[in-house]
């Protein structure tokens, strides 16, 4: 997985965290949750709000 790799984010995010607050969880909680990700393997510095906004935003729709 990439950081553009939202929605497969979204979901591996879903199945490894299950009970976090999506809505209120910081995104640098959520920047090193995404790096620690069977599978994920891109640069971290290629993250920015917008991804990061984008990967919460699939996540709380996974929830849904």
Known sequence: ???NDVYDIAIALEEEHPDADVINLRF???WKWVQELPGFDDDPMRSNEKILEAI????????T
């Open 28 to 30: 640098t909680d959520l």
């Open 56 to 63: 919460q935003m699939a996540w709380l729709d996974e929830r």
């Open 1 to 3: 997985m990439r950081w």
